[in-house]
């Protein structure tokens, strides 16, 4: 199965370490974040990758030249652009997965999803897409009161009562009927998918964290420094 990976954005969030390297190449313990999202793949039997390349798209390539990657792993880069939107960079790509299912995800979301679930949950709905939904933190402690105001109890930073677009989406490829060179993923073509009944969610209840802000990165390398991040699936 090959594994899409999208690394094009600007990171514009991300400021303090964007302007000079693209988002995907901000370090998590010393390693870029792409590097953390393929191992999460790597370590669950995927050997075959495509980036999607925009925003300083040749230091991902370089980093991907320089890198010490296991034997018969396949990276192929693919410029899609600078400004082009998630579906069309997609779209971009078809003729680099063929006719079988593949898998996208962004480069700035870890999670400790099992791959092999998700894949068995596609195969059996028989539709033409899943997306790993989650329940995130909230950024902020809750205040919980009673009908009066009455104070009751804190809550600090609960999962939200919501499910939201994780990424970690399987595809089979009638997924491009639904894309074009100027389509957002997360608008027209999974809301076109979703009217026509082909797509489901898989609901990953574990750890998922995305890297949005400068307060996510300095977190996420918090949990690397701990004991054992818990995104972490490889030795």
């Given at each position: 199965m090959t594994a899409v990976i999208l690394c094009g954005g600007r990171g514009t969030r991300l400021q303090e370490h964007t302007r000079t390297i693209p988002k995907p190449l901000v370090e998590i313990g010393g390693r870029p974040i792409l590097w953390h999202v393929?191992?999460?793949?790597?370590a669950q039997g995927v050997r075959r990758f495509v980036l999607?390349?925009?925003?300083?798209?040749?230091?991902i390539e370089q980093f991907v030249a320089d890198g010490d990657w296991p034997e018969?792993?396949?990276v192929d880069c693919v410029d899609t652009g600078v400004d082009t939107p998630t579906g069309g960079r997609i779209a971009r790509i078809a003729d680099r997965v063929g006719d079988d299912v593949f898998c996208v995800t962004y480069a700035d979301g870890v999670a400790d999803i099992?791959?092999?679930a998700l894949s068995r949950f596609h195969g059996e709905?028989?539709?033409?897409?899943?997306?790993t939904v989650?329940?995130?933190?909230?950024?902020?402690g809750i205040t919980q009161l009673d009908g009066d105001g009455r104070v009751t109890g804190f809550h600090e930073k609960p999962r939200s009562e919501h499910w939201i677009n994780g990424g970690f989406f399987?595809?089979?490829?009638?997924?491009?009927?639904?894309?074009?060179?100027?389509?957002?993923?997360?608008?027209?073509p999974l809301e076109g998918l979703a009217d026509d009944d082909q797509l489901r969610a898989f609901r990953?209840?574990?750890?998922?964290?995305?890297?949005?802000?400068y307060k996510d990165a300095v977190e996420l390398n918090d949990l690397w420094a701990a004991d054992r991040p818990p995104w972490k699936v490889w030795a």
């Open positions: 393929m191992q999460i793949y790597i999607c390349l925009g925003y300083l798209g040749e230091t018969r792993l396949s099992d791959l092999s709905h028989g539709r033409l897409a899943t997306m989650v329940r995130p933190r909230l950024q902020f399987c595809f089979e490829p009638g997924v491009f009927d639904y894309l074009s060179d100027s389509s957002v993923l997360e608008r027209e990953h209840t574990g750890f998922w964290e995305c890297m949005d802000t």
